[in-house]
């Protein structure tokens, strides 16, 4: 070997170690001291072990920058190819400078031409301001800030996000403080993980509160894990630690295609799908006004008790995630009687509707499981656009074109016919009634008060007898579906699951070009 290629092969080895560390080992130190992982740690847990390839990996490390704090490259899970990027906090705080934005954006851009999924593990608290030898050198030049800015940089990832968006999952996980620009690309993907106490999202932080407004608040306040996934909704799962989130992605993206063209990947089950769910006959009460737990009907449902709920703490009235049925990913959609007794709400609305679309994007049935009594009433929902965000729904379903069932458990009156796609016309491939459905725009009980409750001299008896008529007629499914074709079958609750699987297997493909438009206007 040549003295050259020896020295410089020394040279190399050596600058591909101090890269590896990051900011030091004192800082990987500190790191550890607060509960986080180092972010090539946390890219050894999420992706299948050495399969990273990364690209631009020695960027900044002549100026002692290594990799301008950013790692990305292309890695499996699963076997699956993923491209990925890791925020390294070690680095000058993992502020966003431009190698590292320009090897975001690439990141994004590199997944959306191989088709494949983009995940970002975000630790950063935003744009890197630049040092006063910066600002002097380019004063000296007489040029602006923002003369030697590229278009692919950290402040235009928004681009290839949207770009990107319908074509291939894209799962944010938050794991440190990201705030001011560095939210909007997260909150631009499909999936957003964050860490309970650890991780924080806010376009400004409680310093910039306080000298604003006079206003005194924590980080975890304005913008913890526990306020985005209960109250803004921002957040879509949250977990107590590192591990546990990092694996859960490796989990979501096993019920997920790699991109928008092909089917989500099918695995051998081993649940009988002829199993008979006889529990469901026990769990659902027959009266419309008594709650019960969905959570229970679902797990009787899919393969192996196996949910993966998305949004579990925010609009909890309504239920959405995914599952199997024989091996095959659906999409869950299903009121909760326990909460708010499954009434629609402005939350839920968009919880359902943006659930509704994604699985659309990615060629996913859909199982809607109902039992609600419509829409909730009241100025509250009505001041927080329950009108608008409702809509929501209704073009969600009438856009969708994945197969599609709903079936009504025990209730659904007016508007909730409505939202969760029980009414004809709305694009449903079919809709199926348990023995103990109740429909209309009124309960049987209400119906009857309306019609005779204010009649003078009226009995009890009368009403009760009132009252059992209507429900043996009009309330009855097995005498509804006799003239009413829109309802495919009244079905046992003990064969729901066998009767899901077998139908799905004939649903249509329904993908086509309606008109000749550029997009529809959803009601935002």
């Known amino acids: 070997m040549e003295p050259m290629m020896e020295k410089r092969l020394k040279e190399l080895d050596e600058v591909r170690q101090k890269v590896r560390l990051g900011g030091g080992e004192k800082r990987i130190v ?33 100026r002692n920058i290594p990799g301008d704090g950013l790692i990305c490259g292309s890695g499996t899970i699963d076997g699956r190819q993923v491209y990925v990027y890791s925020q390294d906090p070690t680095i000058k705080g993992g502020s966003v400078g431009l190698e590292h934005g320009n090897k975001m ?3 994004v851009e590199r997944a959306l031409e191989c088709k494949v999924p983009f995940i970002g593990l975000h630790d950063s608290p935003g744009a890197r301001l630049p040092t006063s030898e910066d600002l ?53 993907t499909d999936f957003i993980y964050m860490i309970d106490k650890q991780s924080h999202m806010f376009i400004t932080g409680p310093q910039v509160v306080k000298m604003i407004s006079g206003e005194d608040i924590t980080k975890d306040e304005l913008g913890g894990a526990a306020v985005h996934s209960r109250i803004s909704g921002c957040c879509d799962f949250i977990y107590s630690g590192e591990e ?39 769990i659902i009460p027959c009266s419309p006004n008594k709650p019960f737990d969905m959570h229970q009907v679902i797990n009787a449902i899919v393969d192996n008790s196996d949910f993966y709920e998305v949004k579990k703490d925010f609009a909890p009235e309504i239920i959405v995630g995914f599952a199997r049925l024989d091996g095959k990913t659906i999409g869950i959609v299903a009121n909760q009687p326990m909460v708010k007794a499954g009434a629609l709400t402005s939350d ?8 509704i679309r994604f699985c659309d994007c990615f060629n996913i049935p859909l199982i809607l499981l109902v039992d609600t009594p419509a829409y909730m009433p009241g100025a509250d929902q009505e001041h927080a656009g329950i009108i608008r ?31 969760m796609g029980v ?13 103990i459905v109740e429909t209309g725009i009124l309960g049987a009980e209400q119906s009857i008060m309306l019609l005779y409750g204010r009649t003078p001299g009226v009995t009890k008896e009368f009403i009760d007898q009132k009252l059992k008529e209507y429900r043996e007629t009009y309330a009855n499914p097995i ?9 495919q079958d009244v079905i046992t609750p003990a064969e729901t699951r066998g009767y899901l699987i077998r139908a799905l297997k004939i649903m249509p493909d329904k993908r086509r070009n309606r008109y000749g438009k550029r997009h529809g206007n959803m009601p935002l």
Request: aromatic fraction near 6%; hydrophobic fraction near 35%; proline fraction near 5%.
């Open 30 to 62: 500190n790191q550890h001291a607060m509960g986080k992982l180092s972010a090539r740690e946390r890219l050894d847990i999420l992706l299948d072990e050495n399969s990273l390839l990364e690209t631009n990996m020695l960027a900044g490390h002549a």
């Open 105 to 107: 954006y690439r990141t």
């Open 136 to 188: 002097e050198v380019l004063s000296m030049g007489k040029r602006s800030l923002f003369s030697n800015i590229s278009e692919k940089h950290g402040g235009s990832i928004f681009f290839p996000n949207t770009l990107a968006s319908g074509m291939i999952p894209q799962i944010s996980a938050i794991l440190g403080t990201s705030s001011g620009l560095s939210v909007y690309s997260p909150a631009l």
């Open 244 to 282: 546990e989130c990092l694996l859960n992605i490796r989990r979501l993206l096993s019920f997920l295609p790699l991109n928008c063209e092909e089917a989500p990947p099918a695995y051998q089950s081993n649940d009988d799908p002829k199993r008979t769910c006889e529990e469901l006959n026990n």
């Open 348 to 355: 839920s609305s968009d919880k359902q509707a943006r659930f």
């Open 389 to 419: 965000r409702g809509a929501k729904v209704l073009y969600a379903l009438c856009e969708a074109t994945v197969p599609r069932i709903s079936l009504v458990l025990r209730k659904a009156y007016g508007g909730g016919n409505l939202g």
């Open 423 to 435: 009414l004809p016309g709305l694009g449903n491939d079919m809709v199926l009634y348990w023995p």
């Open 479 to 487: 005498y509804d579906i006799s003239s009413n074709l829109n309802i």
